[in-house]
């Protein structure tokens, strides 16, 4: 937003609220890439993130550490059974258990396999099939194959996320890995629900609000949230589209437009940091 990452788009709009006297707790948050990077900085600084482009990538990366290694694998597509099974056989996958001994390991994957299990009615090689067309008789053929890979290399494959990219979580927690989504990681390291529940409000931001993504998953994780904690959330946008009651029944309080109407010109900071100050002046008690 801004241009900026999400610490320090975050840090603009808690600065905003400050001046006016409240106290502020600032959560960066990122789903991966650049994003990712700027959150992670703050939640562990020795540890190491890598961007794994493909599957040598990722293997070459496994590597023994006394650091924590991140492995940022939302930019690549699934991986097909066969060239995965045939990478990560039961010999590669222990050799690698071995290197890396102790180290923590946690895969970050898009959002929509951080919690699918591999085989199964519900699982990512049945989701993947019915994409592509597939035959029955070939997903069928698919799970059994996948079954027996997952037990050589010593995994579930019924266990949440291991069915993200088309069973790299599976080879992950074969290593003694996690499976998460960056924007899970952010919010569990940051212990957002116990935050929230000691705020008076929730403020997030984002580049654009507009009925069909309402924000993205960053705004509507975070509104899931702060329902819980039975707490209002307010969005900062570049630009919002949506209308009063659109908002409400997306959760969110309300929102603020950065600049008025439709364009392409991104917000400057300055722009930023003064839609915040009225934001925090609005929001006083």
Do not use: N
Not at 152 to 162: E, R, S, V, Y
Not at 250 to 271: F, H, K, M, N, R
Request: charged residues 20%; negative net charge.
């Amino acid at each position: 937003m801004a241009g900026l990452g999400p610490r320090s788009a975050s840090e603009v709009i808690a600065t905003a609220f400050a001046e006016q006297g409240a106290q502020v707790a600032v959560i960066p948050l990122g789903s991966g890439g650049d994003a990712l990077a700027d959150a992670l900085s703050t939640i562990d600084s020795a540890a190491e993130l890598v961007v794994a482009s493909d599957m040598d990538a990722l293997l070459g990366s496994l590597v023994a550490g006394e650091s924590p290694l991140y492995l940022d694998l939302t930019g690549l597509a699934p991986v097909p059974l066969a060239e995965l099974v045939a990478a990560a056989t039961p010999e590669v996958v222990g050799r690698l258990r071995r290197e890396i001994g102790g180290r923590p390991v946690a895969a970050v994957v898009p959002d929509d396999g951080a919690d699918a299990p591999l085989t199964g009615l519900s699982g990512m090689l049945a989701e993947l099939g019915r994409r592509r067309g597939a035959e029955l008789s070939e997903t069928i053929s698919e799970d059994t194959r996948a079954e027996k890979w997952a037990a050589a290399i010593g995994t579930d494959p019924l266990a949440p996320g291991a069915g993200a990219l088309g069973g790299l979580g599976a080879m992950v927690q074969a290593l003694g890995g996690t499976v998460t989504s960056g924007l899970e990681l952010c919010l569990s390291a940051y212990r957002a629900p116990e935050v929230m529940a000691r705020a008076d409000v929730v403020v997030t931001g984002t580049a654009q609000l507009d009925f069909h993504a309402v924000g993205g998953p960053v705004v509507k994780r975070l509104a899931q949230l702060a329902e819980g904690a039975l707490r209002p959330i307010v969005v900062i946008a570049g630009r919002t589209f949506v209308s009063a009651r659109e908002l409400r029944l997306a959760g969110i309080e309300a929102a603020y437009a950065v600049l008025p109407g439709a364009g392409d010109d991104v917000p400057s900071v300055e722009q930023l940091a003064a839609a915040a100050q009225q934001v925090a002046t609005t929001w006083r008690w």
